[in-house]
């Protein structure tokens, strides 16, 4: 059985880190992404390195499995016009342009619906096609700053950090994939595509999920908490004999284990520690007590012991840890050929279909004369 999208066509006018990744879920659930380039330099990822793999660099590897690149020059009439051939038998187009950018290109929806009705056309942009920002421009920093999730990261006292992946990227990409794939669904009730205008700055916003029920709630900004968490505790990061191991406890009855398990009976008949709610309130007086005693073991015995008394507990991988972890190799999480260097693999897996096989990310250019040719 084929992959969910296999005989789809997906034009990719994308570039950077958000349209791609969105594009490349598509390309892993079957779908043909034929990526355009500009001439030259094509995606200003290709660009971003060292290291560079086979000549590409491994940003660009990361975002582009499994596509066909295309070279084509938007600012002529000719590029413009094989675009508008190619959208003639397309089921998808993405762009991730400056609002408008696309209207000069004569790409943008209303011309390109005219010629394909059924044409699911998405645009993902820093800000949205509206408001007062839309023509600012927008990378995952600017948005992460200004969605509130980056003032609450880090510890009290200390500035706000970035996330070392890029999450309002990640975000827009996931939500500009499920809306396309929500369109094709309708799709084959009505015919008829749609336009889809997503930005990295609503999407994560979104993610501010229970920090802004809290700021409605009670009207105070959340505190930054380094690694724990504003309603759960212990539920962070805790520094063991040799490196670092998180604890999760989610509920009492794992922390009565907890404490069963690492000989701290005394604290179960504390009340300022009996349930969850007088946890949180006291959490300065908890955490010292288990930061000393987490210091008297290395992070694996701690594991190993937390494990056993089902309670959830994990060391805190290094990348190294994770490409030897035997979980991520039993899901092929990182797919390995002979030919080219390791990769990551798609999360999506389908009963009925074999994990598909795919292609690393192709040379600029790589097949522009072959679909060309098809024309």
């Known amino acids: 059985m084929g992959f969910p999208l296999q005989g789809l066509r997906v034009i990719d006018l994308t570039q950077d880190f958000a349209g791609p990744f969105c594009t490349m879920i598509l390309s892993d659930l079957g779908a043909e992404v034929i990526k355009i380039e500009k001439p030259g330099t094509g995606d200003e990822t290709r660009a971003w390195g060292p290291p560079f793999v086979n000549g590409i660099s491994y940003y660009f590897l990361s975002l582009n499995r499994g596509k066909k690149s295309v070279v084509l020059d938007l600012k002529t009439r000719e590029g413009q016009g094989i675009v508008r051939k190619l959208v003639v ?16 290109f004569n790409l943008d929806y209303p011309k390109l619906r005219k010629i394909n009705k059924a ?39 200390r500035p706000p950090i970035r996330i070392s992946v890029p999450v309002a990227d990640i975000a827009a990409g996931h939500y500009a994939s499920t809306a396309i794939l929500a369109a ?3 799709r ?6 749609d336009y889809i205008d997503l930005s990295l700055h609503d999407s994560i916003v979104s993610w501010l999920t229970y920090l802004a029920s809290y700021y409605f709630a009670t009207g105070k900004e959340p505190q930054r908490l380094g ?7 212990p539920y962070q990061a805790f520094g063991c004999k040799d490196k670092d191991l998180v604890v999760a406890i989610g509920n009492d009855n794992q922390w009565t284990n907890f404490c069963r398990a690492t000989g701290q009976e005394r604290l179960l008949s504390d009340n300022r520690f009996s349930t969850n709610p007088s946890r949180v309130r006291n959490r300065r007086f908890l955490i010292p007590v288990l930061e000393r005693m987490f210091r008297w073991r290395k992070a694996k015995e701690w594991h190993r012991i ?7 507990a994990a060391p805190v991988f290094s990348i190294r840890d994770v490409a030897r972890d035997p979980q991520v190799r039993n899901r092929r999480m990182i797919v390995r050929s002979k ?8 999360p999506m897996r389908f009963h009925k279909t074999k ?10 250019g790589q097949h522009t004369r072959e679909i060309l040719a098809e024309l």
């Open 89 to 104: 038998d397309a089921d998808i187009f993405v762009e991730s342009s400056r609002p408008g950018q696309m209207a000069g």
């Open 188 to 193: 084959l009730v009505t015919g008829r595509g």
């Open 355 to 364: 994990p598909k096989k795919t292609t690393p990310a192709p040379q600029l």
């Open 119 to 157: 044409l699911v056309y998405a645009s993902i942009s820093g800000f949205g096609q509206t408001g007062p920002y839309r023509d600012r421009l927008g990378y995952d920093l600017i948005a992460f700053a200004m969605s509130g999730i980056m003032a609450t990261t880090g510890e009290a006292g």
């Open 184 to 186: 094709l669904s309708r």
């Open 227 to 233: 690694s724990a968490h504003p309603s759960i505790v």
């Open 306 to 312: 937390l494990v056993q008394a089902k309670v959830p």
């Open 339 to 346: 030919e080219d260097p390791p990769s990551l693999g798609s």
